[in-house]
Structures are given as structure tokens and as C-alpha cells.
Nanobody
Framework: QVQLVESGGGLVQPGGSLRLSCAAS????????MGWYRQAPGKERELVAR???????NYADSVKGRFTISRDNAKNTVYLQMNTLKPEDTAVYYC?????????????WGQGTQVTVSS
């Protein structure tokens, strides 16, 4: 069973930075893609950033130029570097991993980590 464990959330002032980490129980090289989603109170969960096994990245328009997703296969960890944080970035951030095989597609989720941007 795949386990994803997020860390690095917390309270930060507007304009500040945080780095989220997502540690996987197995080799992240086995996943087709990994990503970060977020969900603010009263809103739907949305994609923030995604990185494929080949290293292709894509970002939500709202975070382009401020957030960077990266992966360290040796550590089985995916990171989300968040700079110039805004109050509207406040949400629970979830790590996601996607695995596709002949049996279909499986999605795995972490438990989430709270990010609060406030003065």
C-alpha cells in the first residue's frame, strides 16, 4: 500500500516562503506523475502543480512564477517550493501520486498539511 506523508506546512506572513515535502513509502519513479493539490474552506480541491515521471511540469495560473515543484528520486520525495505567498494561498495542501497500468489508473493521496498565509 502506497503511503504519502506531507510536511512543511505552517503559518507564514504574506510575501513569505514555505517548502512542502511529500515522502512516499515506495519508489516515486514508479508513478506516472505526482502533484500537489489544495483545498480552501468552502472550495473544491484544485491542482496546484504536477510533475511527470519524465520531469514535465505544469502549474495552476494562480501560482505560476511563484511556486516550483521538484522531485528527488533518490529520496522518494517531491517538493513544492512556495514563494511570495499570498493570503489566497491559504489551504490544506495534499500530495497526489498517479499510477497507470494495464489494470487502470490509481490515485494515492496524503493526509494533507495546512498552509496559512496571514499577517
Amino acid at each position: 500500500q502506497v503511503q504519502l506523508v506531507e510536511s512543511g506546512g505552517g503559518l507564514v506572513q504574506p510575501g513569505g516562503s514555505l517548502r512542502l515535502s511529500c515522502a512516499a513509502s515506495g519508489s516515486i519513479g514508479s508513478f506516472n506523475a505526482m502533484g500537489w493539490y489544495r483545498q480552501a474552506p468552502g472550495k473544491e480541491r484544485e491542482l496546484v502543480a504536477r510533475i511527470t515521471s519524465g520531469g514535465t511540469t505544469n502549474y495552476a495560473d494562480s501560482v505560476k512564477g511563484r511556486f516550483t515543484i521538484s522531485r528527488d528520486n533518490a529520496k522518494n520525495t517531491v517538493y513544492l517550493q512556495m514563494n511570495t505567498l499570498k493570503p489566497e494561498d491559504t489551504a490544506v495542501y495534499y500530495c497526489n501520486a498517479v499510477s497507470t497500468s494495464g489494470w487502470g489508473t490509481s490515485n494515492y493521496w496524503g493526509q494533507g498539511t495546512q498552509v496559512t498565509v496571514s499577517s
